[in-house]
T-cell receptor, first 111, second 116 residues
Framework: SQKIEQNSEALNIQEGKTATLTCNYT??????LQWYRQDPGRGPVFLLL?????KEKRKERLKVTFDTTLKQSLFHITASQPADSATYLC??????????FGKGTRLHILP | EAEVAQSPRYKITEKSQAVAFWCDPI?????LYWYRQILGQGPELLVQ????????DSQLPKDRFSAERLKGVDSTLKIQPAELGDSAMYLC??????????????FGAGSRLTVL
């Protein structure tokens, strides 16, 4: 069955360092991989997407890589700030517009 | 900025009662999704609409859940009868395929259901 795994339930990073979150998947061939941010009690908010034929995408302090051979995406936040503390969700989209999510990683940026 | 509207924000009900959630997507968004999110888990897709048609409802527990989008605009998700395990956040999202070909989801604030 299709499976998405995000590396850890929670991650603590010191302010100013780079936070790296991992998303692995099996039994799936996504056309796109997306990352969302979710704050407590709120709906997820879209951050970045990367296509299957792209290796890397950047947006301000965010960077996403996509390795379809390893079936893995890495999500980086550079110069992390306490305001970056949230849950980050990895999502895969297939060619039928179906989008499935991982469990998420709770990121805590420590001041 | 356009938003996805959901109501109610909070619903407390007793088991075996009927519950309904409403979603109004962003105007012009053809694709509408309902997700269920249990605390500490990721969103789980329940049903996906393209205009008024169901595209995927393979994970919808059809013995008690139903969803409709009659005019291809707003949508209703119903649970009857509610069970204790249905306690969760019900999220609605809509999308319009962008130039990249991908569906970027805009989520509503969600409807939090507590079944007692």
């Amino acid at each position: 069955s299709q499976k998405i795994e995000q590396n850890s339930e929670a991650l603590n990073i010191q302010e100013g360092k780079t936070a790296t979150l991992t998303c692995n998947y099996t039994n799936y061939s996504p056309a796109y991989l997306q990352w969302y941010r979710q704050d407590p009690g709120r709906g997820p908010v879209f951050l970045l997407l990367i296509r299957e034929n792209e290796k890397e995408k950047r947006k301000e302090r965010l960077k996403v890589t996509f390795d379809t051979t390893l079936k893995q995406s890495l999500f980086h936040i550079t110069a992390s700030q306490p305001a970056d503390s949230a849950t980050y969700l990895c999502a895969l989209e297939n060619r039928d517009d179906k989008i499935i999510f991982g469990k998420g990683t709770r990121l805590h940026i420590l001041p | 900025e356009a938003e996805v509207a959901q109501s109610p924000r909070y619903k407390i009900t007793e088991k075996s009662q009927a519950v309904a959630f409403w979603c109004d997507p962003i105007s012009g968004h053809a694709t509408l999704y309902w997700y269920r999110q249990i605390l500490g888990q990721g969103p789980e897709l329940l049903v996906q609409f393209q205009d008024e048609s169901v595209v995927d409802d393979s994970q919808l527990p059809k013995d008690r859940f139903s969803a409709e989008r009659l005019k291809g605009v707003d949508s209703t998700l119903k649970i009857q009868p509610a069970e204790l395990g249905d306690s969760a956040m019900y999220l609605c999202a809509s999308s319009l395929k962008g130039g990249s070909g991908a569906n970027v989801l805009t989520f509503g604030a969600g409807s939090r259901l507590t079944v007692l």
